[in-house]
Nanobody, 125 residues
């Protein structure tokens, strides 16, 4: 079992960058795929990026491909999301989540068992 805790959100101008971090307590972090999701006001939660348990495989939503990079450090039990060339439409609460049963990663929120509380990202135009 892991408990993700996100940090690094904030306010940034369009075209800027932010780096989100997720610290996941628990001895089995290195066995779990991790993912980032986001939810904008009035919209459903959507997939952003996922990384396999080893970090060898990553997968991104089309809307962020080429701008966002997900990475992990199993020694520190952390996963990060580097966000570049931010757009106002990236404004949302960003959530970190763990998927114990899908070690290769997943884009489906239903396959994630453990979720953080979220961190707000606001991109001004």
């Amino acid at each position: 079992q892991v408990q993700p805790v996100e940090s690094g959100g904030g306010l940034v101008q369009a075209g800027g960058s932010l780096r989100l971090s997720c610290a996941a307590s628990g001895r089995t972090f290195s066995n779990y795929a991790m993912g980032w999701f986001r939810q904008a006001p009035g919209k459903v939660r959507e997939f952003v990026a996922t990384i396999s348990y080893s970090g060898a495989r990553t997968y991104y939503a089309d809307s962020v491909k080429g701008r966002f990079t997900i990475s992990r450090d199993n020694a520190k039990s952390t996963v990060s999301l580097q966000m570049n060339s931010l757009k106002p439409e990236d404004t949302a609460v960003y959530y970190c989540a763990a998927a114990p049963a899908y070690p290769s990663g997943s884009s489906y929120s239903s396959e994630y068992n453990y979720w953080g509380q979220g961190t707000q990202v606001t991109v001004s135009s």
